[in-house]
């Protein structure tokens, strides 16, 4: 999924990108870098969370008033190749560092185009420099033959022989030396990317674009608008802003962005995160409802931490006591997006302790975003069973995922997949629960599209048996 974000004005970039990241942390744990830019290009990449990536000395070598930063997300060729960190850069033409949010499902057949006919080197297995190559061949090709005096048409140009290219997600971002930065959406808009803006002291104007809106407000950036689907903009030098929607297609933004990816304090595609994730939980409680009549448990606690706003409405739905009865440790990743199972599951003792005093001898509702491959979910249920619960009933307020993901989410196989392989009432005896309630599809799509001016045609869900909007991989 990984996070970008870009920044361009005239204050230091470097200090804004770090922030920023820091706050896009939560989208990727695998590395970080950050590329600046004045009259060349300047960058740090490294493994890690970002707080350990970055040094003093390190930020004092990113120089520049323009800059890109991004947070790894491990997927497709990424999760296997400790080289791909972005962002990643090109010298060809002018200088371009770019970073890429997203995966490209036909990754083989332009990598084969940019090394065969473009006559162009790559240096890793990265998805993010796949496409860069693309970008910098078309622009160049296009400069060669046009110049460079209506400089954004070129850009249009190349964007959209990209759309016409490219199958997939992609939120991209291109830092052009000498020129300023670029940013483009896909035409389904399956990826996010959101635009803000803030006046310095001399009255000028300077512009983030990011992944998420989480960090605008701490660096005095005002929300203007979401990047829409099939969109480029392009901020020059003097931040005077272009842009040109180049392709309408159906809006399909990816629904796990609601589940689990996003911040709950972020709005994406007009919807409120956090407000989506209430009705997620209100749906289950009226779900439950029909199903189990007036059984209830004595307690809902939420396997957290993205839960926690779900678990909380489907307590007040179904007026039962809500209890954080998993503690959970905040110094520990996300354990999704976690590279192994014998990683993901060994921190999940790690990084959450029941509280005895909520579950002993009790019957125990534990509402998780989802259920992927079930392990972390029968870890979960198994501390629990051990810390003296009567009952468990596990409800997940995502639907059960049956498909792999080829635009970036990391599913590689419907094999790693517990409800593509097994029934409910299979996955159910797996996690060792007396009761087990997933959230139902139509409940999930009116959960997130209910309010807003969002102009949704239905978000993407795959993954959970949708269609494929983008194709699918090679």
Known sequence: MSGI?????????ASQLYDGLIQLQHRGQEGAGIITCNDRLHFKTGNGFVRDIFQQRHMQRLVGVMGVGHTKYPAGGEKTDPYAIQPFWTSVPYGIAFALSGRLANKESIANLVINERRRYLNTTSDGEVLMQLFASELASRLEKEGESNFFSIVKETVYSLYDICRGSYSALALIKGKGLIAFRDPHGIKPMVLGKRVNAEGKDEYIISSEDVMFYMLGYTFVRDVQPGEVIYIDTETNLYAERLKVDTFNPCIFEY???????????????????????????????????????DVIIPAPATANTMALAMAKELEVNYSDGLYKNPFIGRTFIMNDQEQRSRSVRYKLVPQQLEIRNKVVMIVDDSIVRGTTSREIVTMVRNFGAKEIYFVSACPPVIQSCYYGIDIPSTEDLIAANRDLEGIREFLGVEILMYQQLEDLIEAVTRKGQHHIDTPCHACLGGVYCQGVSE
């Open 259 to 297: 589940v689990y990816f996003s911040r709950p304090d972020g709005m994406q595609n007009a919807v409120s995160v956090y407000r989506s994730r209430l009705r997620m939980g209100q749906n289950l409680g009226k779900r439950w409802k029909e199903l189990y009549k007036e059984l209830r448990p």
């Open 5 to 13: 974000v870009g920044v361009i004005g005239y204050s230091p970039a």
